[in-house]
């Protein structure tokens, strides 16, 4: 399984972080219209995203509690076009999350530029644990999380999916 460290805060304006980005040379991969089905689940948290017209199946575990944000995943991709339709009838839908995300790529993390439908901005960061391990991917992380000055923020240690449920 693989496994990310992961961070999330409400912000008010993008704008400040994409001069930041821009500046430090940050690789941005464009925008992506998501749609991510979440599906009852005991272990953790089951999805079916729709990212610009092509699925993903993602199952994640994490520790929503614990004072850094490890995750450990799995993703399936699906061709078919039908795979919504499919998997709504076969599991429990709980909630669904509408977002437009602009992904930029720096040192092998993730960085998300979030507007997500009916709660607002957020930015997130998804540092993958590569071959060289935990401590390597943690360096890789707090540097970007120093260079976008992200301490001033407190961490949402929830899933958009648990964000909706609670509105």
């Known amino acids: 399984m693989a496994q990310n460290l992961e961070l999330k805060v409400q912000v008010n304006s993008h704008e400040s972080f994409k001069k930041i980005l821009k500046a430090i040379l940050a690789e941005y991969k464009g925008i992506l219209i998501q749609k991510d089905t979440y599906y009852k689940y005991e272990k953790g948290l089951l999805k079916l995203r729709n990212v610009n017209g092509s699925f993903e199946f993602i199952k994640y575990i994490r520790d929503e509690s614990a004072g850094t944000r490890w995750s450990n995943y ?54 993958v644990v590569d071959e060289n391990g935990q401590f390597d991917a943690e360096n890789r992380y707090f540097e970007i999380f120093d260079l976008l000055n992200l301490a001033q923020y407190n961490e949402i240690k929830n899933s958009y999916r648990n964000l909706i449920l609670k509105k």
Do not use: M, Q
């Open 74 to 127: 799995e993703i399936l991709n699906i061709t078919s076009p039908n795979t919504e339709e499919f998997l709504n009838d076969i599991f429990v839908v709980e909630a669904v999350v509408e977002k437009t995300r602009e992904l930029f790529l720096y040192n092998n993390t993730r960085i998300h530029l979030d507007t997500v439908k009916s709660l607002g901005e957020f930015l997130e960061l998804e540092t």
